[in-house]
């Protein structure tokens, strides 16, 4: 499974940014997409995840700010960033949890990461 993640980039605080993460390969299902987070000097932490459900669980600090969301069809998730504030600047991963086609065997992918910029 191959994830490409896109939309990051430089965003004068106050600002909106919309992640895209793109799954491809033998995909049977997904049944969760999250986007992490990595600061310069900080551990990567959990920003939001969406279930196959369409459940959806924010980290405190970016609850009423950024709103996750999947399109089933296109095996493809979203991030949509709204005012944003310095702290907000990391490098975004994407991660998918599903099962292979064929075998059903359980995967879990990440991305490469797409940097976020928060800066006037």
């Known amino acids: 499974v191959q994830l490409q993640a896109s939309g990051g980039g430089l965003v004068q605080p106050g600002g909106s940014l919309r992640l895209s993460c793109a799954a491809s390969?033998?995909?049977?299902?997904?049944?969760?997409m999250g986007w992490h987070r990595q600061a310069p000097g900080k551990q990567r932490e959990l920003v939001a995840t969406i279930t196959r459900a369409y459940s959806t669980n924010y980290t405190d600090s970016v609850k009423g700010r950024f709103t996750i969301s999947r399109d089933s069809a296109k095996k493809t998730g979203y991030l949509q960033m709204n005012s944003l504030k310095p702290e907000d600047t990391a490098i975004y991963y994407c991660n998918v949890e599903g099962r292979y086609e064929s075998t059903w065997y359980p995967f879990n992918s990440w991305g490469q990461g797409t940097l976020v910029t928060v800066s006037s």
């Open positions: 390969g033998a995909i049977f299902t997904i049944t969760r």
